[in-house]
């Protein structure tokens, strides 16, 4: 065998070590934010809400901004992604699902938007090496759910599954609004700090949360907004350019190869940044109303995951020839 080969090996092996410590943590990653997230929320509405002003005005946005935050991650965690061999969807409980607007002209298409301002066409397919299922372009192969996902982002262990098509707008949406709630609780729960610390001699600690329990969740949301915030803009960037984060990835690489034949790469996704936006939220023309980004509701993607969204003239990106598209397989084949 020869070194470089042994190395890979190596590399391999870890790596479906890695795979398997992630898939086993993940419902204890899952029950640790459902823990800390709910006693974020106790605390807000405990110590820092009746201290607030306007009150008639603030306490309901705040209780709307934690019941986007707590529904949001209860979706991420519960929607399945999307697997290939699942069976088309529908809607369900009425009370969490918002109403598609009606569209101007009824154009029957079994679960996917058909508009005229965008045009959608089916997706190419192909079978998947490891799971020997037929999946269209955009699904990947997940190595720790061992099943392909629709429109594949990447698995998240803070969710214990995927992101894929089905709740990947609930995952940026929970984002949103953990920034958001984070946010708040840092910048209105300022002045208790100095109340938890014992500073403040007029104004005794009279809460039922601890004093302890409080300085950990105000700390823990200032890193969490930073830290958040920078992976959310990230990601509404991606969005933006119309990839998902295995995209963003394969693009790069296409590029260099275009590039250096003198070509240029054009993803066939990207239809203008707000465009894209709106097709990964699914409002605007055809889609949604736009309160169902801020209430707490289920909606359908714009697509089923066969059929793509794509520039006007293009059947498939510009500057892959046919055989280049890098594949999940790659990596086995060495
Ligand atoms: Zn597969
Ligand atoms: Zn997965």
């Not at 800390?36 to 820092?48: A, E, H, K, N, P």
């Amino acid at each position: 065998m020869k070194p470089s080969r042994a190395v890979f090996k190596c590399f391999k092996w870890l790596e479906r070590q890695g795979d398997r410590i992630t898939g086993a943590a993940g419902p204890y990653f899952v029950g640790g934010a459902v823990i800390l997230i709910c006693m974020g929320v106790v605390c807000f509405f405990d110590v820092i809400l009746p201290s607030l002003r306007f009150l008639p005005v603030t306490a309901p946005a705040c209780t709307l901004i934690a019941l986007n935050l707590l529904m949001h991650y209860y979706y991420v965690c519960t929607v399945p992604p999307g697997f290939v061999d699942d069976p088309p969807r529908g809607t369900g409980n009425p009370w969490l699902w918002a109403k598609k607007r009606l569209p101007a002209e009824s154009r029957a298409l079994t679960g996917v938007r058909w508009s005229n301002d965008v045009t959608i066409t089916r997706a190419s397919t192909t079978r998947c090496r490891k799971c020997t299922q037929i999946k269209p372009e955009r699904s990947h192969h997940c190595r720790i759910c061992d099943k392909c996902v629709l429109k594949y982002d990447h698995h998240c262990p803070g969710i214990n599954q995927c992101v894929g098509l089905h709740n990947e707008r609930h995952f940026v949406l929970f984002r949103a609004y953990l920034v958001l709630s984070t946010f708040c609780f840092g910048v209105l729960g300022y002045d208790q700090i100095f109340e938890a610390l014992g500073f403040n001699y007029q104004q005794p600690w009279n809460h039922h949360v601890p004093e302890v329990v409080f300085l950990m969740e105000y700390i823990l949301s200032v890193v969490l907004c930073l830290a958040v915030g920078i992976m959310l803009l990230w990601h509404l960037w991606s969005i933006a350019l119309g990839e998902t984060s295995v995209e963003a990835q394969d693009h790069d690489v296409y590029r260099r190869v275009a590039k250096e034949r003198g070509d240029e790469f054009v993803n066939s996704y990207d239809l203008g940044k707000w465009k894209n936006l709106e097709l990964f939220f699914n409002v605007g023309n055809n889609g949604y109303p736009l309160y169902t980004l801020v209430l707490p509701l289920r909606i359908n993607p714009y697509t089923d995951g066969r059929a793509w969204a794509r520039r006007e003239g293009y059947e498939r990106h510009r500057g892959v020839r046919a055989g280049e598209e890098l594949t999940d397989d790659e990596d086995e084949e060495y």
